[in-house]
């Protein structure tokens, strides 16, 4: 079963902090993974996406890396800000045509001053 | 630059009363478009996708149908709401295709409708 399980279901830290957001996935065939930023009561944005070949891959203080063989993605957040508070959400693409991705169920970060 | 647009904002129903929701995109033409549903604390849940007028795909059974009357108009209807359709409604947009680059999706502002 196609699955998107993303940990810890929430997290605070102080602003300024680095943090560190896990996604595991068990979907076939791979097409790529995007994380998503969802600020409350909005609609997710995308911040990276990353294909079978790619690693790493940074946008400004946020970089996700992959590893194909274990399934693993993690999005690294550096000197976070308040307005990184956020719901962050894994989202795996199989190879097919756009209706085939599989959602996480969201890290919800809280950034506290 | 494309956008787009999802009225209403916010929505409190009674149970048994019709809805509807409807969702608009600019600036670009064909495109693939979802409803998606987020209930408080799961992941979102495809609803429905059309990749073209008049054709919808369903992804799941439920009290909710879609429309596409026009090639950048999506709607979400419900002859009659239910408690359990509370939720957050997504609509999205993509580019018609395959590939990487034609399944990223474009998330519009949301509706959260509140069921009594």
């Known amino acids: 079963k196609n699955q998107v399980e993303q940990s810890p279901q929430s997290l605070i830290i102080l602003e300024g902090k680095n943090c560190t957001l896990q996604?595991?996935?068990?979907?076939?065939?791979?097409?790529?993974l995007r994380w998503y930023k969802q600020d409350t009561g909005r609609g997710p944005v995308s911040l990276t996406i990353?294909?079978?070949?790619?690693n790493t891959k940074s946008n400004g203080r946020y970089t996700a890396t992959l590893d194909a063989d274990t399934k693993q993605s993690s999005l690294h957040i550096t000197a976070s800000q308040l307005s990184d508070s956020a719901s962050y959400i894994c989202?795996?693409?199989?190879?097919?045509?756009?209706?085939?991705?599989?959602f996480g169920k969201g890290t919800t970060l809280s950034v506290s001053s | 630059s494309q956008t787009i647009h999802q009225w209403p904002a916010t929505l409190v129903q009674p149970v048994g009363s019709p809805l509807s929701l409807e969702c608009t995109v600019e600036g670009t033409s064909n495109p693939n478009l979802y409803w998606y549903r987020q209930a408080a604390g799961r992941g979102l849940q495809l609803l429905f996708y059309?990749?073209?007028?008049?054709?919808i795909s369903s992804e799941v059974p439920q009290n909710l149908s879609a429309s596409r009357p026009q090639d950048r108009q999506f709607i979400l209807s419900s002859k009659k709401l239910l408690l359990s359709d509370s939720g957050f409604y997504l609509c999205?947009?993509?580019?018609?295709?395959?590939?990487?680059?034609?399944?990223?999706?474009?998330f519009g502002p949301g509706t959260r409708l509140t069921v009594l």
């Open positions: 989202v795996v693409s199989a190879s097919q045509a756009g209706t085939a991705l599989i």
């Open positions: 999205a947009w993509s580019v018609l295709g395959r590939g990487s680059r034609h399944n990223e999706q474009f």
């Open positions: 990353m294909t079978f070949s790619e």
């Open positions: 996604c595991n996935y068990t979907v076939s065939p791979f097409s790529n």
């Open positions: 059309s990749v073209g007028i008049g054709q």
